[in-house]
């Protein structure tokens, strides 16, 4: 191949071709396509002489590991000016410089994020997307801005045909930062190990059609001609420069696994009968109930979020009903056994891993049946914040893109927090020591869930907790249903801001649920 020529150099040479002031768009989703050598290495260079500075961040999905590793090593005065990011809770390092002013911060949508890239290297100035009206993205709240130094508009409402969609003003990037498999030496890059493929492609040609630098960590440079072109995601065409990583704890599949084959093969998971079940728990009465509102009628495409919804897919699991629905995971997975803590993200045995931006794309067109996710706080108008706390930042990521366009929306959490103690048996569930804070809040401090959009587009919505489920309806938050043993008046009504509109039939969540054997859970 001729035309450009690719550089093979190291991540301490990648690190002096960052310039003060930069744009990086960064790869990456929790600690999977993450370059950690190249990350590394530019918070060295900055420690040691102060270079780069002021820079801009800007990606779609988490990336970090909620200590040290990916984007945490940018999270230090000086290093960083703007960040635009999707989500913001793996990477604590943010969070000081953003309450302190030092910084500028945004928080868009996951996939909102994914496909601005594709707006950037097709150099369109605006992404128009209906993802966010309501929410603390909408302009009309807080258009994504997170602290008082963050004034600039990079969002407007605009409206077509009488219909509202939010402008995201399009980001051009100076450098981007990747990691695939292997390199050639024309620069093509594999993904052969790769547990997802996010938007490499997007990022590389954004930068690449804007005259940046593209910046590609791998394991192995490999001879041109060996590699199977249907495996290269990125083409030489869009690389600059290649690193070949020194330790394979800065090149691993994910921040907890170095290499697991299952995250990229295909096959047939043997239900294991010796496997324990999950311990009957509060997350577990949340988890089947949430569970009985599957219909595999109608329900076949399913998201699970993190924590509580980790149980719905065990609970499935353990009724033997999982293969009535095929999970997917957002940044771009179908199919296979979706994996927690780290290694969010991936899958055991996947079916498809498509590119991140393809699954939003997927996502808002509808294709999701059933999406469940956590809620931290609720308010009477169905609102739901998982985004921002106070100073603490979480992030929306992809959490407005997926409640916004699912069909049917199951969010799950307890009732109150900290400190919470039940009695849990065959009869029921009890409560032995309240929660000190109240979860069901007069006003959400963030709204990443807006009730209103919901409602006006006709959403099936239910929030489902371990003593009471709520379902939304056009006049607003009703009860619908509570746990045997619980009082209506002393263990739901007293720890809540605000009186929700009861059903006229409000009946007893089935007994089932509470049994420390399977519920013998069938559709």
């Not at 060295?44 to 590793?69: E, K, M, Q, S, V």
């Not at 953003?98 to 500028?104: D, F, S």
């Not at 263990?491 to 009946?507: N, R, S, V, W």
């Amino acid at each position: 191949m001729s035309g450009k020529k690719v550089e093979f150099i190291t991540a301490e040479q990648a690190a002096l071709l960052i310039d003060d002031e930069s744009m990086i768009a960064v790869g990456g989703f929790i600690g999977t396509g993450v370059a950690e050598e190249v990350h590394k290495a530019i918070e060295r260079r900055f420690f040691d002489t102060n270079h780069p500075n002021d820079l801009g961040l800007i990606y779609a999905g988490g990336i970090g590991d909620r200590a040290t590793r990916g984007l945490n090593h940018y999270g230090h005065e000086g290093l960083v000016k703007r960040i635009i990011g999707g989500h913001w809770g793996l990477v604590p390092t943010f969070q000081p410089l953003v309450e302190k002013n030092l910084v500028e911060g945004y928080n868009f949508p996951q996939g909102v994020m994914s496909q601005i890239f594709r707006d950037a290297a097709a150099k369109r100035n605006w992404h128009l997307s209906k993802i966010g009206l309501g929410t603390f993205v909408d302009p009309e709240i807080d258009g994504g801005k997170l602290n008082a130094v963050t004034t600039e508009e990079l969002i407007k409402k605009v409206e077509i045909e009488n219909e509202e969609f939010l402008a995201y003003k399009t980001i051009y990037p100076d450098v981007a930062i990747l990691k695939g498999t292997y390199a050639d030496e024309n620069g093509n890059i594999s993904f052969e190990d790769e547990p997802l493929i996010l938007e490499a492609i997007s990022m590389a040609m954004a930068t690449s059609n804007n005259g940046g630098k593209v910046i590609v960590q791998v394991k192995e440079e490999r001879p041109v001609g060996t590699l199977d072109p249907k495996s290269i995601m990125v083409p030489g065409v869009c690389v600059d420069y290649v690193v070949v990583a020194k330790d394979i704890t800065d090149h691993q599949q994910t921040f907890d696994t170095v290499f697991n084959e299952k995250f990229i093969t295909a096959g047939v998971i043997e239900r294991d009968e010796n496997a324990g079940l999950y311990p009957l728990t509060a997350k577990k009465i949340i988890a089947r109930r949430a569970a009985m509102f599957l219909n595999p009628e109608i329900d076949h495409v399913v998201n699970y979020g993190i924590g509580v919804p980790e149980v719905v897919a065990q609970v499935l699991s353990e009724e033997n009903q999982e293969s009535h629905f095929t999970p997917t995971v957002e940044p771009g997975i179908f199919g296979g056994t979706p994996q927690g803590g780290l290694d969010f993200g991936c899958c055991v045995y996947p079916e498809a891993i498509i590119q991140q931006g393809d699954m939003f794309q997927f996502y808002n067109g509808g294709g999701l049946d059933v999406a469940f996710l956590g809620m931290a706080e609720t308010d009477k108008d169905g609102n739901v914040n998982v985004s921002k706390f106070g100073p603490k930042i979480a992030g929306a990521g992809g959490f407005i893109d997926i409640t916004q366009t699912a069909k049917k929306v199951i969010f799950t959490g307890t009732f109150t927090a900290k400190g919470v103690k039940y009695d849990i048996d065959s009869e029921g569930l009890r409560i032995e020591q309240e929660g000190s804070k109240q979860k069901l809040v007069e006003q959400v401090e963030h709204i990443t869930f807006s009730g209103a959009f919901a409602k006006k587009h006709h959403q099936e919505v239910y929030y489902v907790t371990e003593r009471a489920v709520f379902k939304l309806e056009a006049e607003g938050l009703t009860l619908i249903e509570i746990a045997p043993g619980i009082d209506l008046e002393k263990d739901i009504l007293a720890h809540m801001a605000f009186k929700p509109l009861i059903a006229e039939t409000l009946t007893l969540m089935d007994l089932s649920i509470f049994s420390e054997d399977t519920m013998d859970l069938k559709f």
